[in-house]
């Protein structure tokens, strides 16, 4: 994937590109012309705490998704409705590197989760930044995939370096012994087939070949019968 035309890895910050953020003014005027108080929005919710609206419209915290479908339901707004398209700020490009690497990364300097991937506060929520710089220069992660590291740089938010991919094709793409399991044709034991047929998933997760298990269940019933004899 290569990036989009109006981004290339020189090109420096796009003042007009935007992205979506919790717009708490939208929240409280929706509710204020239903002739809800705070406490009551957040009870006809069914918040456990209700007083949480007002941190909402105070912009101290977004709503999550499940409590936001809530509210929008609550006051007959669309869910959409509450988000804001905004420039991204200062503050995330303060923290992107865009020199040091010879492959063109923009790395990222600030926090990362335990597994490497950045780290960027929304609403004082923890977002991935790698997603939130694909959302706002190339546009919506459609659903249901998620963000490849084409660079292999776990920190790197250069969305030329990204790409949206189911996550059982991102799994098939890394370098772990889950994508090399998950890589396999055929089982390691007997070289039976990985196909629908005998193909099961086990407790764990795991792709487990059906023959071999037959074979080894019929093995352990034979010698159970030996056994009593």
């Known amino acids: 994937m290569t990036a989009p035309a109006d981004v290339s890895p020189d090109a ?3 003042t007009d590109v935007v992205w979506t953020e919790f717009d708490p003014d939208t ?3 929706a509710r204020t012309e239903r002739g ?3 406490w009551g929005l957040g009870q006809r919710c069914g918040l456990a705490y209700p007083g949480s609206i007002s941190r909402y419209e105070r912009g101290r915290q977004a709503p999550g998704q499940d409590t936001l479908v809530a509210i929008a339901c609550a006051l007959d707004t669309p869910v959409d409705a509450f988000f804001r398209r905004v420039a991204l700020p200062d503050r995330f490009w303060a923290k992107v590197d865009k020199t040091s690497s010879p492959s063109g990364c923009w790395l990222w300097t600030a926090g990362t989760d335990w597994w490497g991937y950045a780290e960027f506060s929304v609403n004082g929520q923890s977002r991935g930044a790698h997603r939130v710089a694909y959302a706002a220069l190339v546009g919506p992660i459609p659903d249901g995939l998620t963000i ?3 660079c292999r740089v776990r920190h790197c938010v250069n969305p030329g370096h990204l790409e949206p991919v189911s996550i059982r094709e991102n799994t098939l793409r890394g ?3 889950t994508a090399a399991n998950a890589a396999k044709t055929r089982c390691g034991r ?3 087939p990985f196909d629908e047929a005998n193909t099961r998933i086990g407790s764990k997760g795991e792709r487990r070949c059906r023959a071999c298990d037959n074979e080894v269940r019929r093995a352990r019933k034979a010698a159970r019968r030996k056994a009593a004899v």
């Open 12 to 14: 420096p910050p796009a």
């Open 27 to 29: 929240l409280r005027r």
């Open 36 to 38: 809800l108080s705070q």
């Open 148 to 150: 490849d590291h084409l």
């Open 175 to 177: 370098n772990t012994i």
């Open 190 to 192: 007997r070289g039976h």
